[in-house]
Nanobody, 121 residues
Framework: QVQLVESGGGLVQPGGSLRLSCAAS????????VGWHRQAPGKERELVAS???????NYEDSVKGRFTISTDNAKNTVYLQMNSLKPEDTAVYYC???????????????WGPGTQVTVSS
């Protein structure tokens, strides 16, 4: 049973920084694809950053150079370091882990409950 729990959200001023954490259990963050998504009010959920298993990170264009995804395999945790935050970064941020569920390669994406990030002066 995969469980993901995010933490680290909060209120920050424009230009500030936050680090989100996602503690995983049930599967290894190093052996599965993990990512961070966000959903602002009235908008669809979007992928912000992803870390393929054994691959290089990918970022949505608006966060390139400001956000960094990383993993700590010993803690089985995924992080999202967010710098130079802007009001448009305000959203609920969700952690995800995509796992292979059968021999045919079908996958299932697990989600955490989310953490609110608000960027405002």
């Amino acid at each position: 049973q995969v469980q993901l729990v995010e933490s680290g959200g909060g209120l920050v001023q424009p230009g500030g920084s936050l680090r989100l954490s996602c503690a995983a259990s049930g599967r290894s963050v190093s052996r599965n694809n993990v990512g961070w998504h966000r959903q602002a009010p009235g908008k669809e959920r979007e992928l912000v950053a992803s870390m393929p298993s054994g691959g290089s990170p990918n970022y949505e264009d608006s966060v390139k150079g400001r956000f960094t995804i990383s993993t700590d395999n010993a803690k089985n945790t995924v992080y999202l370091q967010m710098n130079s935050l802007k009001p448009e970064d305000t959203a609920v941020y969700y952690c995800s882990m995509t796992v292979v569920v059968n021999i045919e390669g079908a996958t299932f994406r697990h989600w955490g409950p989310g953490t609110q990030v608000t960027v405002s002066s």
